[in-house]
Protein backbone atom coordinates (compact mmCIF):
# COMPACT_ATOMS: atom_id res chain seq x y z
CA UNK A 1 0.00 0.00 0.00
CA UNK A 2 1.35 3.03 -0.79
CA UNK A 3 0.97 6.34 1.27
CA UNK A 4 1.28 9.82 -0.40
CA UNK A 5 1.48 13.08 1.27
CA UNK A 6 1.30 16.45 -0.42
CA UNK A 7 3.50 19.69 0.88
CA UNK A 8 3.99 22.99 -0.19
CA UNK A 9 0.56 24.55 -0.73
CA UNK A 10 -0.16 27.81 1.00
CA UNK A 11 -1.50 31.72 -0.01
CA UNK A 12 0.21 33.21 -3.06
CA UNK A 13 -0.21 36.16 -5.05
CA UNK A 14 -1.37 36.25 -8.62
CA UNK A 15 1.61 36.04 -10.55
CA UNK A 16 3.37 34.00 -7.80
CA UNK A 17 4.95 30.52 -7.68
CA UNK A 18 4.53 27.67 -5.49
CA UNK A 19 6.03 24.25 -5.82
CA UNK A 20 4.01 21.06 -4.51
CA UNK A 21 5.98 18.15 -3.58
CA UNK A 22 4.11 14.60 -3.38
CA UNK A 23 5.97 12.16 -0.85
CA UNK A 24 5.55 8.04 -1.33
CA UNK A 25 6.02 5.78 1.06
CA UNK A 26 4.96 2.24 1.15
CA UNK A 27 6.38 1.94 -2.41
CA UNK A 28 8.76 3.48 -5.19
CA UNK A 29 6.52 6.11 -6.47
CA UNK A 30 8.93 5.91 -9.99
CA UNK A 31 7.09 2.05 -10.67
CA UNK A 32 3.65 4.18 -10.79
CA UNK A 33 2.17 7.10 -12.97
CA UNK A 34 1.64 10.04 -11.20
CA UNK A 35 -0.64 12.67 -11.52
CA UNK A 36 -1.82 16.04 -9.79
CA UNK A 37 -5.50 16.83 -9.56
CA UNK A 38 -7.50 20.12 -7.91
CA UNK A 39 -10.66 20.23 -7.14
CA UNK A 40 -12.03 23.61 -6.57
CA UNK A 41 -14.92 24.66 -4.16
CA UNK A 42 -18.46 23.01 -5.88
CA UNK A 43 -16.30 22.18 -8.65
CA UNK A 44 -15.56 18.56 -9.68
CA UNK A 45 -12.05 17.65 -9.33
CA UNK A 46 -9.47 17.41 -12.37
CA UNK A 47 -6.54 16.39 -14.09
CA UNK A 48 -3.91 19.27 -13.94
CA UNK A 49 -0.99 16.62 -14.67
CA UNK A 50 0.53 13.97 -15.32
CA UNK A 51 4.18 12.33 -15.46
CA UNK A 52 4.85 8.08 -17.19
CA UNK A 53 6.13 5.95 -14.06
CA UNK A 54 9.48 6.06 -16.21
CA UNK A 55 9.11 10.08 -16.08
CA UNK A 56 9.97 9.96 -19.88
CA UNK A 57 7.17 12.16 -20.88
CA UNK A 58 4.73 14.18 -18.55
CA UNK A 59 0.73 15.52 -19.81
CA UNK A 60 -0.95 18.89 -18.76
CA UNK A 61 -4.57 20.67 -18.49
CA UNK A 62 -4.64 23.45 -21.26
CA UNK A 63 -4.78 25.75 -19.11
CA UNK A 64 -1.72 24.91 -17.00
CA UNK A 65 0.23 24.25 -20.17
CA UNK A 66 3.55 26.72 -19.74
CA UNK A 67 2.79 27.78 -16.11
CA UNK A 68 3.00 23.96 -14.60
CA UNK A 69 5.88 21.32 -14.76
CA UNK A 70 6.03 17.94 -13.09
CA UNK A 71 8.69 16.23 -12.09
CA UNK A 72 10.46 12.91 -10.51
CA UNK A 73 13.03 12.98 -8.03
CA UNK A 74 14.08 9.05 -7.64
CA UNK A 75 16.39 9.23 -5.18
CA UNK A 76 13.45 11.45 -2.69
CA UNK A 77 11.08 8.87 -3.94
CA UNK A 78 8.84 12.15 -5.01
CA UNK A 79 6.83 13.46 -7.44
CA UNK A 80 6.68 18.02 -7.52
CA UNK A 81 4.59 20.47 -9.65
CA UNK A 82 6.19 23.82 -9.71
CA UNK A 83 3.54 26.21 -10.44
CA UNK A 84 4.21 29.62 -11.92
CA UNK A 85 2.50 32.38 -12.69
CA UNK A 86 -0.35 31.64 -10.54
CA UNK A 87 -3.98 32.95 -11.19
CA UNK A 88 -6.86 33.43 -9.30
CA UNK A 89 -8.61 30.45 -10.98
CA UNK A 90 -5.87 27.71 -9.55
CA UNK A 91 -7.19 28.10 -6.30
CA UNK A 92 -7.75 24.72 -5.03
CA UNK A 93 -7.36 21.55 -3.11
CA UNK A 94 -4.11 19.79 -4.99
CA UNK A 95 -4.26 15.80 -4.55
CA UNK A 96 -1.47 13.78 -5.96
CA UNK A 97 -2.31 10.24 -6.75
CA UNK A 98 -0.29 7.28 -8.19
CA UNK A 99 -1.84 4.63 -10.40
CA UNK A 100 -0.44 0.90 -12.18
CA UNK A 101 -0.66 2.31 -15.33
CA UNK A 102 1.81 2.45 -18.44
CA UNK A 103 0.63 5.70 -20.03
CA UNK A 104 -0.54 9.29 -18.11
CA UNK A 105 -3.95 8.67 -17.34
CA UNK A 106 -6.04 11.97 -17.08
CA UNK A 107 -9.15 10.38 -15.27
CA UNK A 108 -9.14 9.81 -11.55
CA UNK A 109 -10.54 6.62 -11.15
CA UNK A 110 -7.76 5.06 -13.08
CA UNK A 111 -5.25 5.92 -9.99
CA UNK A 112 -5.28 3.84 -7.24
CA UNK A 113 -3.59 5.70 -4.19
CA UNK A 114 -4.40 9.38 -3.36
CA UNK A 115 -2.97 11.99 -0.88
CA UNK A 116 -4.78 13.83 1.34
CA UNK A 117 -4.50 17.11 -0.54
CA UNK A 118 -2.86 20.64 0.12
CA UNK A 119 -5.00 24.03 -0.26
CA UNK A 120 -3.20 26.41 -2.83
CA UNK A 121 -4.97 29.81 -2.50
CA UNK A 122 -4.61 32.58 -5.20
CA UNK A 123 -5.20 36.14 -4.09
CA UNK A 124 -5.60 39.37 -5.84
Known amino acids: QVQLVESGGGLVQAGGSLRLSCAAS????????TGWFRQAPGKEREFVAG????????SYEDSVKGRFTISRDNAKNTVSLQMNSLKLEDTAVYYC?????????????????WGQGTQVTVSS
Open 26 to 33: GGILSDYA
Open 51 to 58: IRWSGGSA
Open 97 to 113: AAGRDSGIPRYNVRYDF
